[in-house]
């Protein structure tokens, strides 16, 4: 069975400060895919970032970058210099193999950051 | 490029009753998969439609149905309308029913009295 675990319900953070959404996940499949997505008020999920399960290079793009450890089975989010627009809710999600067909979602992540 | 689409935004029903939610994939995508999102928690897979067959299903009930149409635009039907149905119904497209991320419409909030 696949399984997320965002462990932290809600994070308030004050802007500018670094903020990290923890994630781990758990799959008995060798190709997976991990999935960051930020839901703000409006409802829609934005896709953040894709990761397949054979490439651990973590990865930055602005702000915003991905520690991706298969030993511990995490693919954490960090944020940093946040904003105020960056509050919403993010969330982790897996997807197994090359024909994985539906997303596994953590329970999300609250984020609040305040000016 | 149109992103993807859903209709209603907002619905009010009674217990019992049957609503039917509408989306419509983002061009060139053919596969539609959906999602419920209760209050404060993950979405949770419904079932997917790839070129207008379910191609898989999450633990939801039988009154849970859908279809996809040749334009790839697809429905979730919901019969008999429970309490705990109150959610909102994400609508996800995507190239193939595989590898590519799946792209989210804004949603269809349903409230159930």
């Known amino acids: 069975a696949q399984k997320v675990t965002q462990a932290q319900t809600e994070i308030s953070v004050v802007e500018k400060e670094d903020v990290t959404l923890d994630c781990v996940y758990e799959?008995?499949?060798?190709?997976?895919?991990l999935f960051w997505y930020k839901q703000p008020p409006s409802g829609e999920l934005v896709f953040l970032i894709r990761r397949n399960s054979f490439d651990e290079q973590n990865e930055i793009s602005g702000r915003y970058s991905w520690n991706f450890q298969k030993s511990t089975s995490s693919f954490n989010f960090t944020i940093t210099a946040s904003q105020v627009v960056d509050s919403a809710v993010y969330f982790c999600a897996l997807r197994r193999g090359e024909y994985g067909n539906k997303l596994v979602f953590g329970a999300g992540t609250i984020l609040r950051v305040k000016s | 490029e149109t992103g993807v689409t859903q209709s209603p935004t907002h619905l009010i029903k009674t217990r019992g009753q049957q609503v039917t939610l509408r989306c419509s994939s983002q061009s060139g995508h053919n596969t539609v998969s959906w999602y419920q999102q209760a209050l404060g928690q993950g979405p949770q897979f419904i079932f997917q439609?790839?070129?207008?067959?379910?191609?898989g299903r999450g633990n939801f009930p039988p009154r849970f149905s859908g279809l996809q149409f040749p334009n790839y635009s697809s429905e979730l039907n919901v019969n008999a309308l429970e309490l705990d149905d109150s959610a909102l119904y994400l609508c996800?497209?995507?190239?193939?029913?595989?590898?590519?991320?799946?792209?989210f419409g804004p949603g269809t909030r349903l409230t159930v009295l």
């Open positions: 439609y790839y070129r207008e067959e379910e191609n």
């Open positions: 799959t008995r499949d060798t190709t997976y895919y």
């Open positions: 996800a497209s995507s190239m193939t029913s595989g590898y590519n991320e799946q792209f």
